[in-house]
Nanobody
Framework: VQLQASGGGLVQAGGSSRLSCAVS????????MGWYRQAPGKQRELVAI???????NYGDSVKDRFTISRDNAKNTVYLQMDSLKVEDSAVYHC?????????????WGRGTQVTVSS
């Protein structure tokens, strides 16, 4: 199973950016998909997750600014980030919970850097 993330980079405060993460490989189904982030010196924190029935949970710090969505046909999860703040700067990690030939397994993507400048 491979997770291919794209997007991120440098953006000005108040701007927008979009992340995507595509899951590929021998999988039977994709259950929960989502994003976590980790800033230097801080613990990894939840950004947003979306389940297969489209139930969504957001971290408190991104509510009303970020929007998570998924395309089940493409096994891809998206994170639309609006009204970005300097404190949103972090490495964003894609996380998925899939069913493959080993059963239910969680995978992490390598991470993509998002830097918000003031």
């Amino acid at each position: 199973v491979q997770l291919q993330a794209s997007g991120g980079g440098l953006v000005q405060a108040g701007g927008s950016s979009r992340l995507s993460c595509a899951v590929s490989g021998s999988i039977f189904s994709v259950n929960v998909m989502g994003w976590y982030r980790q800033a230097p010196g801080k613990q990894r924190e939840l950004v947003a997750i979306i389940s297969s029935d489209s139930t969504i949970n957001y971290g408190d710090s991104v509510k009303d600014r970020f929007t998570i969505s998924r395309d089940n046909a493409k096994n891809t999860v998206y994170l639309q980030m609006d009204s970005l703040k300097v404190e949103d700067s972090a490495v964003y990690h894609c996380h998925v919970d899939v069913v493959d030939n080993m059963g239910s397994v969680k995978y992490w993507g390598r991470g993509t850097q998002v830097t918000v400048s003031s």
